[in-house]
């Protein structure tokens, strides 16, 4: 089993910065890829950002240019750094790691969520 916990959500003013970590922790043999994914209410959760292990990086459309990937791998770690928050960017946000839990068996985890509210 692997774990991931993510913190750093919180409130910020439009036009602000958050920075959001992920730590993935538990029966970890190799991740394959760290991601980050935001479910508005009433709507589908959506890609924000990925980062795989070759540090190929990829995002969502509506943060391309304001947010950046970041992975520390030797401790497990992604980072989110969101620059020029937008109130539309209001969302809990939902870590995600595909990754080997043994030579043979990969699968898919995902964080609790942190909640991120941008307002005035």
């Known amino acids: 089993q692997v774990q991931l916990v993510e913190s750093g959500g919180g409130l910020a003013q439009p036009g602000g910065s958050l920075t959001l970590s992920c730590a993935a922790s538990?029966?970890?043999?190799?991740?394959?890829?760290m991601g980050w994914y935001r479910q508005a209410p009433g709507k589908e959760r959506e890609l924000v950002a990925t980062?795989?292990?070759?540090?190929?990086?990829d995002y969502g459309n509506a943060v391309k240019g304001r947010f950046t990937i970041s992975r520390d791998n030797a401790a497990n770690t992604a980072y989110l750094q969101m620059n020029s928050l937008k109130p539309e960017d209001t969302a809990v946000y939902y870590c995600?790691?595909?990754?080997?839990?043994?030579?043979?068996?990969?699968?898919?985890?995902w964080g609790q969520g942190t909640q991120v509210t941008v307002s005035s």
């Open positions: 980062s795989n292990a070759g540090g190929a990086t």
């Open positions: 995600n790691t595909y990754a080997y839990s043994s030579p043979n068996h990969w699968d898919t985890w």
């Open positions: 538990g029966s970890i043999f190799r991740i394959i890829a």
